[in-house]
């Protein structure tokens, strides 16, 4: 885990996969597709493919008390399945990736966390209201073509994905850098 800190940083409660093929895949279409494309966000090294539940800004000293109270909730995996890839313009940029097929245990799961947050005085900026599971390939430019031209299997489409709750270090860009509690088996 990184240093602890009193200053106030970006950090995402997310479900992180533990099927190499799924990462390896997620990344390996990203670098392939939209490298050249990308701005601030691509995965790779340096950003971990994860779905969203709730991402904050908090002083490192907290985590282990969110990570208490929000571990309870779900200690189970989490199945995902991916429907389709999205490409959505945000804040000035194209996001582009895959899309979660509907999940009412995973919607729920995010407003639990969301109100969780909440009680423990954190402002969460993912919100119940207008969540969107999703995994992000990249932040792209809008000046800059995007062009996916490797797309993933049909077979990768058909299968449910095995996901775990976990804590980590983003940015405001909403990339998961590192994993500090949970994630593993």
Known sequence: ??????????FNLALISDDE???RTCIEVAQTNLAQSASEYLLGDSA????????????SEKLSVIWSAVCKMHLDRILVRFNHIYISAHKGKHWVGL?????????KLQQTIFETLGEL???GTTLPQTYFPHLT??????????????????????KEYSF??????????????????????
């Not at 270090?169 to 509690?181: C, I, Q, T, W």
């Open 1 to 10: 885990m990184s240093e602890i800190s009193n200053e106030t940083a970006d």
């Open 21 to 23: 093929s799924l990462v």
């Open 48 to 59: 971990l493919p994860h779905v969203t539940l709730c991402q904050f800004q908090t002083t």
């Open 99 to 107: 899309s979660v097929e509907g999940n009412d245990e995973l919607s």
């Open 121 to 123: 005085g954190i402002a």
């Open 137 to 158: 390939w990249a932040q792209c430019d809008k000046t800059k073509t995007i062009n996916i031209s490797v797309i993933p299997s049909a077979e990768f489409w058909q």
């Open 164 to 185: 775990r709750l976990s804590l980590g270090r983003s940015d405001p860009n909403g990339v998961y850098h590192e994993v500090l509690f949970g994630g593993s088996s």
